[in-house]
């Protein structure tokens, strides 16, 4: 399915794609690595920043990949991956992991998971899925998966930030009677 903008219901703008990245670039996102491994045991990833929950009943989640990635194709013959939650302190992981070529798993240690796919060791959180749907949206793959397993890890989760990573900082918000005593 190809879900594209009905030009006459799109409003003619002249929206660059700098000026896109910037002003959605103040919403913070995780940083996901979708992981697999194909039949001659290449360890295949990419990384994503629209990973999300989609459905609760029955348990669905989606992220988008541009569709220029030459990981995709490969991963997406699999029909299955792991949705790696990377912890804050595995911004190299993301980093080798959005390289291309054959070498991006190079020294990082992995687990195999429930569907024989790669586990990062460290993540925050481990989504095992079998891929159920893949729209193209614009100039992404929009992919579904249904969610078979989930092994949650430790620690907290990489966030990225007009273009920076960052960790989570919970706010400090007072009481009503901390409020009411100043």
Not at 120 to 148: F, K, N, P, R, W
């Given at each position: ?45 990419l ?6 929950s ?7 989640v989606?992220f ?72 193209v ?46």
């Amino acid at each position: 399915m190809d879900i594209t903008p009905d030009t006459e219901q799109t409003p003619s703008t002249n929206i660059t794609p700098a000026y896109y990245r910037q002003v959605l670039g103040k919403l913070p996102t995780g940083v996901v690595a979708i992981t697999g491994i194909n039949d001659d045991n290449e360890k295949l990833g990419l990384v994503v920043g629209t990973f999300q929950s989609l459905s609760l009943e029955p348990p669905l989640v989606m992220f988008c990949v541009d569709k220029s990635s030459s990981s995709w194709p490969k991963l997406r013959k699999l029909q299955k991956f792991t949705a790696n939650i990377l912890a804050d302190d595995q911004i190299a992981i993301c980093r080798s992991l959005s390289r291309k070529g054959p070498e991006k798993f190079e020294n990082l240690p992995c687990t195999e998971g429930p569907l024989g796919t790669p586990h990062l060791d460290g993540a925050t959180a481990y989504i095992d899925c079998l891929v159920t749907a893949e729209v193209v949206v614009g100039d992404h793959y929009m992919v579904v998966g249904a969610v078979s397993h989930m092994t949650e890890g430790n620690g907290d989760a990489l966030l990225f930030r007009a273009g920076k990573f960052g960790q989570y900082q919970p706010l400090e918000i007072p009481t009503e009677a901390a409020r009411s005593a100043s």
